[in-house]
Every structure is written in C-alpha cells, then in structure tokens.
T-cell receptor, first 115, second 114 residues
Framework: SQTIHQWPATLVQPVGSPLSLECTVEGTSNPNLYWYRQAAGRGLQLLFYSVGIGQISSEVPQNLSASRPQDRQFILSSKKLLLSDSGFYLCAWISGAGVYTGELFFGEGSRLTVL | AQKITQTQPGMFVQEKEAVTLDCTYD???????LFWYKQPSSGEMIFLIYQGSYDQQNATEGRYSLNFQKARKSANLVISASQLGDSAMYFCAMSTSGTYKYIFGTGTRLKVLA
C-alpha cells in the first residue's frame, strides 16, 4: 500500500534561518507531488507541484523553493525564513494518471513557527 | 486561470439538521474534477466526495452529496443529518486535465451544535 511521510512534524525557527522540509512517498512510482501551506485558520495555498524528477512548478515564488531529487522525494526549502512563512505545511501526492479524477493523499503535516 | 471560491468563513448547524456549504469555481478547461475535503482540528485531510465535469448525476457518499450545477459553476456540499463529529474545516478543491494543479478554496469552518 502507498504511504506518505513528511518531517519534521514541528519546528520553531528564528527569522533569517534556513528551512528544509522533506516528504517521501512509498508504494508508488512517478507520483505527482504537491506542497501546500495553511496559515492559521486559513485555506490551503498551493506552493509548488512536480510531475517528475527535477520538474518543479512554482505558484508562490517568494523566498521558498522546492526540489525533487528522486522520484518519490519532495523537499521544500528556504535560505532565509520570514515571519510570514509560519504555518502548517502539507505535502501530498496523487497518481499522475488520475490527477483530475482522484483523491489527493496528504502527509501528516509540518507545523512551522518563525520567531 | 483556475479559481475556487468559498464565501462562508463559518457556519453553524443544529445536530441532526442538514447543512449546505457553498463552493463556486472557474476554469476554461472542459475536463475537471471537483472535490471536498474535511480537516478536523487534528489537521489531517480527509477526502469526502468527488464530482467529474462530465458526470450527469450528482455524487453521493453516505451522508454527503455534491450539488453540481455546471452552468452556474457551483459545487455545493450537502451534509445530511449533521453529527457533532462533523465539526471541522471543509475545503472545496478542483483539478483540471489541462494542468496538474490541484487547488483549494479558503475553507468553511462548520460547527455542529448539540
């Protein structure tokens, strides 16, 4: 069966520090991968999505970046965090064949607080 | 461009009553899917229901039904016989065949009252 893991679950970082959130999927190949951010009490904002290794589409350029070094690995990074980067980050995957007919499968989420 | 709009930030419903959560969408792609997800306070995302753009009938899953009005570009979620456990944030989402985006609305926080 397919599973998705993301870590760390929680982190508190000072403004200006770097960030790395990692997500891995098991039990499937060539998934579409997504990073979302949810500010406190707000909706899900699509940040990045990827349809293959090294292929990244950005919805929010700002100070965040994403990479997909392996088929089932998706990394969200920042060189210098801003206060506005605080939020709940969710990684998700879906089979490429069913991208507009199927359910997104989400990781457990990473709660980031920037102080 | 794709867009999902949920205009109800918060809703209250009495236990055992039905409730409708509104969702409108915009896309120029003729092939798309519409989805609803539930997010309890724990933060997990729970898939509820799916409606395809070519589906002639409204989707139903247990107490959930999706009122799909294509001409009005609306995809409202109806929850029948509300339960206390239905209290959560509800998100409408859309994905289209022309892109690989999967976008969400701003959500509606539902509170079921005993």
């Amino acid at each position: 069966s397919q599973t998705i893991h993301q870590w760390p679950a929680t982190l508190v970082q000072p403004v200006g520090s770097p960030l790395s959130l990692e997500c891995t999927v098991e039990g499937t190949s060539n998934p579409n991968l997504y990073w979302y951010r949810q500010a406190a009490g707000r909706g899900l904002q699509l940040l990045f999505y990827s349809v293959g290794i090294g292929q990244i589409s950005s919805e929010v350029p700002q100070n965040l970046s994403a990479s997909r070094p392996q088929d089932r690995q998706f990394i969200l990074s920042s060189k210098k965090l801003l206060l506005s980067d605080s939020g709940f980050y969710l990684c998700a995957w879906i089979s490429g064949a069913g991208v507009y007919t199927g359910e997104l499968f989400f990781g457990e989420g990473s709660r980031l607080t920037v102080l | 461009a794709q867009k999902i709009t949920q205009t109800q930030p918060g809703m209250f419903v009495q236990e055992k009553e039905a409730v409708t959560l509104d969702c409108t969408y915009d896309t120029s792609d003729p092939s798309y899917g519409l989805f609803w997800y539930k997010q309890p306070s724990s933060g997990e995302m729970i898939f509820l229901i799916y409606q395809g753009s070519y589906d002639q009938q409204n989707a139903t899953e247990g107490r959930y039904s999706l009122n799909f009005q294509k001409a009005r570009k609306s995809a409202n979620l109806v929850i029948s016989a509300s339960q206390l456990g239905d209290s959560a944030m509800y998100f409408c989402a859309m994905s289209t065949s022309g892109t690989y985006k999967y976008i969400f609305g701003t959500g509606t926080r539902l509170k079921v009252l005993a």
